[in-house]
């Protein structure tokens, strides 16, 4: 028998769902909910889960074996609606009773999020335009930069010398610090040993210059600001005092930029091929970060041209998805979340709160990607997805317990879409 069913679509690609289930058909629910509550009920004379009807409304009340057999009829019938109306559904469903009673029909309603159509309009010739922006900023290299790269890995290779003297520009030094406010030392504000290269300008501004023309073995006190833009939030434009001690001062002997130190690298014949090299390494990453670029920008004028109605639910998971992400990296950084969080003075709540708006461009873009590589007929070969899951698998097998917690459904889906969307944006920076 059909289930009797009124179907209304709400904004934010909700549909609400009202259902009447004539008593005949959930009837048959009260025993496997009266079993399911009394499945822990001790009583003499009686095994578990066998207990009656009377003695379990006893003990949970009068209306407790109707609530959970209208439970157990609500959800097996609205999996049978949403399959039979063939509704994408996401997330949890929202489930309200209307009417309950022995005897009687069921009344329900239950509202759910779908997938939301997406309404593209005209995206090809943004997409066009986008392309020939990028075309007129071909990557180039030139000898310098290639150069600027090469001392850098010369720098890396300097010779330490202790010297007897005041510490200048370009020397190694180790010192010791506490940073103060007020006259209080600030929490993570004390190193030991400290190595910095003055003149790197790794540190504090202002810091590395009132080290230089110190001796070994001197201490002073280093009155500064830190930058507006400091990380940590309640530090940012705030005076504070440096007290400083330099414990050690080395000259660094930096080879020269030449065949023999092209050499000493062990694959280069002279300093031309490395060069040549290190150029065509700089190209290689550069034209990455363009790709990556171009990418970005393409999707920004899909997401632009786009009409999406977008539900609550997809958003808010790819809010918590964002912060999972982002407190691993901040764990890598050597913190908690938590510790994150006192730094920049706010609250989980806060940040879902400023990632709102991003979270809803990724969704979009997600949605638009995945309605293009239907819409474009992008197919992957069997045996590229085999060959990509087989990559992810090896990977897994080096962390433990990881490739027996897989799911291969998910892993199949999730690869499969990487590679679809990798060819469709491949299509479209070709257009």
């Given amino acids: 028998m059909a289930i009797e069913r009124k179907i209304e679509k709400l904004p934010h690609a909700e549909v609400a769902i009202e259902v009447t289930l004539p008593w005949e058909e959930w009837k048959n629910f009260i025993l496997p909910a009266t079993e399911e509550l009394s499945k822990d009920m001790q009583v003499p004379g009686f095994r578990a889960g066998k207990v009656p009807r009377h003695v379990v409304e006893q003990k949970f009340g009068q209306n407790a074996v109707l ?21 994408d559904a996401i997330g949890s469903p929202k489930a309200e009773i209307l009417k309950l009673a022995e005897g009687n029909e069921l009344c329900y309603r239950v509202v759910t999020a779908v997938v939301p159509t997406v309404k593209l309009g005209e995206w090809s010739a943004a997409v066009k335009k986008v392309n020939a922006e990028f075309a007129a900023k071909p990557v180039t290299v030139t000898d310098e930069e290639a150069d600027e790269e090469i001392k850098k890995v010369a720098s890396s290779r300097a010779k330490l010398v202790t010297v007897n003297r005041a510490a200048a520009q370009g020397d190694s030094v180790l010192v010791d610090f506490v940073v103060k406010r007020n006259g209080v030392p600030i929490e993570n504000g004390t190193g030991q040993n400290h190595p910095l290269v003055l003149g790197q300008n790794v540190f504090i501004p202002g810091f590395e210059e009132a080290v230089v023309g110190m001796n070994a073995g001197e201490s002073k006190d280093i009155e500064l600001s830190f930058p507006t ?52 390494g700089m190209t290689e990453e550069r034209q990455h970060e363009q790709r990556e670029k171009r990418r970005n920008a393409i999707v920004d004028v899909l997401v632009e041209k786009s009409e999406i109605d977008l539900p609550e639910v997809l958003v808010h998971q790819e809010i918590h998805r964002m912060i999972d992400e982002f407190k691993l990296q901040v764990q890598s950084m050597g913190m908690t979340f938590e510790q994150y969080l006192t730094g920049i003075k706010k609250t989980a709540a806060d940040l879902e709160h400023d990632w709102e708006p991003q979270a809803e461009k990724r969704v979009k873009a997600s949605l638009i990607l995945e309605h293009l590589v239907t819409d474009q007929s992008i197919e992957i070969p069997q045996e590229e997805l085999e060959e990509e899951m087989n990559k992810t698998l090896q990977r897994f097998k080096k962390v433990k317990h990881v490739e027996k917690d897989l799911d291969m459904q998910r892993l199949y889906t999730y690869t499969r879409s990487v590679l679809a969307n990798q060819k469709l944006l491949e299509q479209l920076e070709k257009m």
């Fill in 67 to 87: 609530e959970r057999a209208a439970e157990k009829a609500i959800q097996k019938t609205h999996e049978k609606i949403i399959e039979e109306e063939k509704l």
């Fill in 229 to 280: 833009e400091y990380h940590a939030k309640d530090l940012a434009g705030k005076p504070a005092t440096f007290s400083v001690k330099l414990n050690l001062v080395q000259e660094r002997s930096v080879p020269e930029l030449n065949d023999e130190f092209a050499k000493s690298l062990g694959q280069f014949d002279n300093f031309g091929t490395l060069r040549n090299s290190v150029r065509e």
